[in-house]
């Protein structure tokens, strides 16, 4: 018995190092990690929608070529979204092994993970082991994804900032005669809410005028807590708003507030929104059948360029993106996506490497974006392709399609799908430029002596935020009951901490 | 109770151990997989406990980070909401108590008494079906019903009422909603209590000419006391749990309704699914069970006073 048991594990042993050897032959570029010749694997835990059915044929495609390339195998895991937010933080608090991650403000927290020191400090081996990345994302991203002077994510650089607006149906709006170049904010939006329902009801419809309001997407401010919903807000003076606030303060608490509440309290008790609207936002899937069907006439976004263009392929009408404001560069913009490698990573020069290949190599974007050529897409003239493989594929029987795929890191240096504009990468310059850097661009609020109040407060937000800022109870009676609750949290502790860690 | 009514030879205790060890072993063994488990699973985690105590990051582990005091236990009572989410919690629980107790046991004798048993049968697979069904899918089923726009109710009533923004209506609702999925399981145990009744009590008693009410009234209902007091027991150890299910996806987690849908495990993921603390995680659980243990043993200290042989321990 024990012979034998002897005998097969020498046998393992052989064949391992015999697969071993057969790797590391196409291996061209020199090994850092110090082991010559061998295949790393890499375990890499993604996160994002949906998991499509070809996407192991995807990754062994994938490894073909970094196998070759910088001697790496992906052990690959891809999550939904909504899982993932609830799977990756358990088990890195339970102590799996991975050595990438993806990582953000919206999942599997960023900032938590990176104070608990999940993660690795990259920054000193960057510039080493992902050189071409680090200079290719802009530094003020880099700044921005900068926790107490250390860096523990790639951050993907795209938009740099956030703009938010309002996708209307612009088939709709012409049939309806509304003139949409006069709307600069909310407050003008309310005629053009008045005509379609004026209109729509005299064709024996009930359309709904806009849904998706949001407080701090319609009035913009620079959250300080990396969380916009969490008070601890500092005006941006270049929008106008806020003026009366000096330093940080509380944006529940302000003239903008209860303005911006009163105005979609009305639009809700005029008719112009749906009579549930924060059951109506909350089911999304129904709120674009809605949008496609003419069911919809607008709702608000947080807007990326080539957005519109997308919608309108997706709903097969004329979409027209009216904005509220100009982009803002905040530093949770760079926390919008970010591949972090494990603080127990066994190969973090390896993981770097490869990052550094989804981020400035075409082929391997390519791949991981749009799949296989010939069997997820077709290749359109020099840098485009065709999910549609010139439209005999339905995008719904697609095997493999992350047409934006930001989430794998940049999604310059890749081929675009044709039903983004020519010079999409042009409208993303022209979105940077012309951001807004936000005051305090690199701040990260250290939340661990305020974690008390941050839990109360959240839980009161919930209570009132959507509710209010939907427009569905009245602003006079429950703005004051809101304020009362959120003090009872502690939220002046929270500001004055906020105040603190500024420096301010 | 049977090894220890024989009364050991004097003078051979040693043997005896042995003896009654060697005679107990297949019963031993056959404990032994359930014992395992019980340790690995339930006691061993016990000693995650500290962790409400802790400041705790990764790279320290569980056992290697700072101690924290009682720092962990104050965002539980920090909002004026402490005595609401507590007030909501033991009062709907006590509520399905009561309900799911005299409920299934009306049902479990109605039951018994069809003379179809097929039909009985029946209608006990009707009443098991929803407490299969996952809270997410009995919300969805719920929405249909209550939705401002499509829902049934307002479809068929003509009203354009929002539920889901309807305070007063929501302790109804829940209450429907958890008796309506849970009743069938209850039913079963109660069920298989009366089905264990010996048949010669009912015969006596039909001899003695009593009715079908004095029959339930003097023999089924005194026959599942046991269960009954046992299962009101277990129930109220969980008094200071609720289920998440029911207060976060019934109501589709609606702002305008936490007043009287927030509850103990809803305040806590709420309050913590942003920082995702796990010291606090574990200050809230550590709590609830405090409060059930002391629950359980000063309900069977009462049960006891009352009538020694029914307390469960």
């Known amino acids: 018995m024990k012979k034998r048991l002897a005998g097969m594990m020498l046998a393992a042993a052989m064949s391992v190092s015999l697969l071993a050897g057969c790797g590391g032959g196409g291996n061209d570029t020199p090994a850092n990690s110090g082991e010559d010749g061998d295949i790393v694997t890499l375990k890499w835990y993604m996160s994002i929608n949906p998991v499509y059915p070809d996407t192991e044929k995807v990754i062994e495609a994938l490894n073909e070529y970094t196998r070759e390339k910088i001697g790496v195998e992906i052990d690959y895991t891809v999550i939904a979204n909504p899982d993932y937010k609830e799977k990756m933080p358990t088990m890195i608090n339970s102590g799996d092994y991975f050595d990438i991650c993806f990582t953000a403000d919206w999942t599997t927290n960023y900032l938590q993970f990176a104070a608990k020191d999940a993660f690795l400090d990259l920054s000193e081996l960057l510039p080493e082991y992902a050189g071409e990345t680090y200079d290719f994302i802009p530094e003020e991203l880099w700044k921005a994804a900068t926790v107490d002077g250390k860096i523990y994510g790639v951050p993907s650089y795209k938009e740099m900032g956030w703009q938010s607006g309002i996708f209307v149906n612009s088939d709709m709006a012409q049939e309806y005669g509304i003139d949409l170049s006069t709307v600069k904010t909310l407050e003008d939006y309310t005629a053009v809410l008045a005509a379609v329902k004026e209109k729509s009801q005299a064709a024996g419809k009930e359309v709904i005028g806009i849904s998706g309001l949001d407080f701090n997407l319609a009035v913009p401010y620079e959250s300080l807590t990396g969380q916009p919903t969490l008070p601890g807000a500092y005006a941006v003076s270049d929008y106008g708003y806020f003026e009366d606030q000096d330093g940080v303060f509380n944006q529940y608490d302000t003239q903008e507030y209860m303005d911006y509440c009163t105005l979609v309290h009305d639009w809700y008790n005029n008719g112009y929104l749906s009579r549930d609207p924060v059951n109506y936002d909350s089911d999304t899937a129904n709120r674009d059948n809605d949008f496609k069907n003419g069911n919809l006439f607008s709702y608000v976004i947080s807007y990326a360029p080539g957005a519109a263009e997308a919608e309108v392929a997706k709903t097969g009408h004329g979409v027209e993106f009216i904005p509220l404001m100009s982009p803002l560069f905040e530093t949770k913009n760079a926390m919008g996506g970010l591949l972090a490698v494990s603080a127990a990573s066994e190969y973090p020069e390896k993981a770097l490497e490869f990052i550094n290949l989804l981020n400035t190599d075409e082929y391997v974007g390519t791949l991981i974006r749009h799949g296989i050529e010939g069997e997820h897409y077709t290749a359109v003239g020099e840098d485009r392709v065709d999910r549609t493989m010139g439209g005999t594929l339905d995008p719904a029987d697609n095997g493999y399609d992350y047409t934006y795929g930001w989430q794998f890191g940049t999604p310059f240096n890749q081929k675009w799908d044709i039903s983004y504009p020519e010079n999409i990468e042009e409208l993303f310059t022209e979105y940077n430029d012309s951001a807004i850097t936000a005051p305090h661009i690199g701040f990260t609020l250290d939340n661990i002596p305020v974690e008390t109040e941050i839990a109360a407060i959240t839980s009161t937000v919930e209570e009132y935020g959507p509710a209010l800022e939907s427009g569905m109870v009245d602003p006079n009676e429950y703005i004051p009951k809101f304020l009362q609750a959120l003090s009872d949290s502690g939220v002046d502790t929270l500001l004055d901490e906020v105040s603190a860690q500024l420096g301010e | ?313």
Do not use: C, H
């Open chain 2, 1 to 313: 109770m049977k090894t220890g009514s024989k009364t050991p030879t004097a003078g051979a205790r040693k043997k005896t151990r042995w003896f009654y060890f060697r005679k107990n072993l297949p019963l031993t063994v056959m404990a032994l997989p359930a014992l395992i488990l019980m340790v690995l699973f339930k006691y061993l985690p016990l000693s995650g406990i500290i962790l409400a105590f802790k400041r705790y990051n990764i790279r320290d582990g569980i056992f290697g980070s700072a101690w924290n005091g009682f720092k962990n236990f104050e965002y539980l009572f920090r909002t004026k909401d402490a005595w609401i989410i507590t007030r909501n919690t033991i009062l709907y629980n006590f509520a399905f108590i009561v309900l799911d107790l005299i409920f299934a046991v009306t049902l479990a004798i109605i039951l018994n008494e069809l003379r179809q048993k097929r039909a009985a049968k029946v209608f006990q697979t009707i009443f098991m079906a929803p407490y299969f069904m996952s809270w997410v899918v009995v919300s969805f089923i719920a929405y249909s019903l209550l939705s401002v726009d499509d829902g049934f109710i307002n479809r068929a009533l003509g009203l354009e009422v929002t539920w889901y923004s309807q305070q007063a209506a929501w302790p109804f609702i829940l209450i429907i909603f958890q008796i309506w999925k849970t009743i069938g399981y209850s039913t079963v145990m109660y069920l298989g209590a009366i089905v264990g009744i010996s048949d010669d009590y009912y015969e006596a008693a039909l001899m003695d000419g009593a009715t079908k009410w004095q029959q339930i009234r003097y023999i089924t209902l005194p026959a599942l006391r046991g269960m009954m007091i046992i299962l009101t027991i277990l129930a109220i150890g969980r008094i200071f749990y609720a289920d998440f299910g029911l207060f976060y996806q019934l109501p589709r987690n609606s702002g305008p309704l936490f007043p009287v849908t927030n509850v103990i495990d809803t305040y806590v993921f709420r309050a913590l699914k942003e920082n995702g603390n796990i010291g606090m995680a574990a200050a809230a659980n550590l709590y609830q069970s405090l409060v059930g243990f002391i629950l359980v043993v000063t309900s069977n200290f009462a049960v006891r006073k009352i009538d020694k042989d029914s307390a469960l321990f």
